[in-house]
């Protein structure tokens, strides 16, 4: 790769001398220290999965999304994940629209190197059926305008919009069990991307025939510098990827000394990303809460209430009706009595009509 990305900034001999002798006394021309980053700011999208990074006069756009693919034969239980980048001409006049560049294709090649041999991210996790069905990352970076220092700029772009994504919960069912359901978001909540670590890009500029360090170079110091280092690292100080372009060769200790300082930078890097992530999902969970209608909720609960309530009424005279059929049952077979009872009764009722026409038939032969 160039020195530095494609920048169509033309400086006088002059303004070249001037950065260079600020820098032999530790001044920049923004005011900075040789070692010190530039405001960084991390915003989200409405959509999961989208982020925009603003460092300094440097912004980045990151889009991604992921689709169902067959595997790779040698990864039958890996999913996929690219990198594709596209320079605005309103970045700078020297983007060209259409066709991506040798610039875009470096800086992409950059930010996939870091997060690839890394693993940042679970590719096993991506597996839906293996060697059959696997979901692919792709990770669209937009280079919306160029103050310097785009390296950086999208591989934090990058992380961000990866923490943020959520792809669809999959489930596998049928008779033969390869049957494959997508559920949508509304029915299952989607699955957020397994990530182990964040491998974050420093970019060192090397100045003049001192080769003076400074870190996050601006589009004009890019253009006076001679070669430039990224090294990309975690918060655990490992080195996940490290890139030389332009220039002399730098000397061991000069590296080392950029690693230390890298390792401190992708801490802070990494603190604010977290951090910015964390208060995206606390507004996500609100808006979730608010997309549900309280008033449907009551009537339902009051529905399952009037339901169990005339389950209980049914119940209670269902066990009423019994126990008055029982009650009935009871009495009858009490005035049933023995058969001694029984013939008694008969007898007794016979006996007035005996007594009557006996009295009757006296009362003839008298006369």
């Known amino acids: 790769m160039e020195q530095r ?33 530039r405001n960084l700011t991390i915003r989200f999208g409405s959509e999961d999965g989208s982020s925009e990074v603003q460092l300094g006069k440097t912004q980045v756009l990151a889009f991604v999304t992921g689709q169902l693919v067959q595997p790779y034969r040698d990864r039958p239980n890996e999913g ?57 990352i792709r990770i669209d970076l937009h280079i919306i305008d160029n103050g310097g220092n785009l390296v950086d700029a999208a591989n934090i772009a990058a992380l961000a ?58 589009h004009y110091e890019e253009e006076v510098m001679g070669g430039s280092l990224t090294a990309t690292l975690n918060t655990n100080g490992d080195v996940c990827a490290i890139q030389k ?3 002399d060769g730098v000397l061991q200790s000069v590296i080392m000394q950029c690693l230390r300082i890298a390792s401190v930078k992708a801490g802070d890097i990494t603190s604010k990303i977290k951090s910015a992530v964390e208060s995206y999902n606390t507004q996500r969970a609100l808006r979730k809460i608010k997309r549900h209608n309280p008033s449907s909720a009551v009537s339902n ?12 009424t049914e119940t209670k005279s269902i066990q009423q009706s019994s126990d008055t059929n029982t009650s009935a049952s009871t009495h009858d077979v009490t005035n049933i009595g023995s058969p001694e009872q ?4 008969l007898k007794d009722a016979v006996k007035p009509k005996h007594k009557k026409r006996k009295k009757s038939t006296s009362n003839a032969n008298a006369s």
């Open 161 to 218: 919009a990866l923490s943020t994504f959520r792809r669809p919960e999959c489930t596998i069912g049928g008779e033969d069990g390869q049957e494959l359901t997508v559920h949508p978001p509304d029915v299952r909540e989607p699955l957020p991307l397994i990530m182990h670590h964040f491998p974050v890009a420093v970019t060192f500029g090397f100045i003049g025939k001192e080769n003076i360090v400074v870190i996050d170079p601006t």
């Open 301 to 312: 609960a009051a529905k399952h209430n009037e339901e169990s309530t005339q389950v209980n």
């Open 5 to 37: 990305l494609a920048n169509s900034l033309i400086m006088t001999v002059n303004e070249k001398k001037f950065i260079e002798n600020a820098l032999v006394s530790d001044i920049r021309v923004d005011g900075r220290r040789p070692f010190d980053y």
């Open 80 to 136: 996929t994940f690219a990198i594709y980048t596209e320079f605005s001409p309103m970045a700078d006049p020297s983007f060209e629209p259409g066709r991506p560049g040798d610039s875009a294709i470096e800086l992409g090649r950059i930010v996939d190197r870091g997060l690839r041999e890394s693993r940042a991210v679970d590719t096993e996790s991506l597996c839906v059926i293996a060697g059959k069905l696997v979901w692919s």
């Open 245 to 247: 372009a332009g220039g």
């Open 342 to 345: 029984q013939s008694k009764t």
